[in-house]
């Protein structure tokens, strides 16, 4: 608490807390090159996520509000797999699942890909691997078990 107190004062004061500094974010190093001997600055680059929808803030906010709405039914189709299995539950199952899987690697992609071309080639397989786990998916509910049967057999062993 005292803590609290003590850098609110400080920042009352007029002087920058440590945290609120750039120089955290991109510190300048003073390097000698051998050949030449003359010092070299160098800066270390950070990057940030691209926003997705910098156009509008209403599709972000429908994006998070989607994501939300499916991570809740995912919890809510957990219970009613277990206890009614059927048909409509795992083609159900299987499009929340790869929606989910989609959405988040999708995010991963955004942090840490960079570069147009790597940004459009990690997209791409992306796409193509999400198509080919919602295929996949549905081809096993249609001619095997399905994702309810297969877990219920799985835990019976």
Sequence with gaps: ?????????????????????????????????????Q??????????????????????????????????????????????????????LAAALTLHGHWGIGQVLTDYVHGDTKIKMANAGLFLLSTVTFAGLCYFNYNDVGICKAVALLWSK
Aim: glycine share 4%; net charge positive; with cysteine.
């Design 39 to 92: 010092p070299h600055w160098l800066t270390a680059r950070i990057h940030s996520s691209q926003p997705l929808y910098a156009g509008s803030d209403s599709k972000a906010s429908l994006h998070w509000t989607a994501e939300r709405v499916l991570s809740i039914a995912l919890l809510a189709l957990g219970p009613v797999a277990y206890f009614s299995p059927g048909p409509v539950i795992d083609y159900s």
């Design 1 to 37: 608490m005292a803590a609290i107190i003590r850098l609110s004062s400080v920042c009352r004061a007029g002087v920058k807390p440590l945290f609120y500094q750039s120089t955290l974010l991109a510190r300048p190093a003073v390097v000698l090159h051998k050949e030449h001997l």
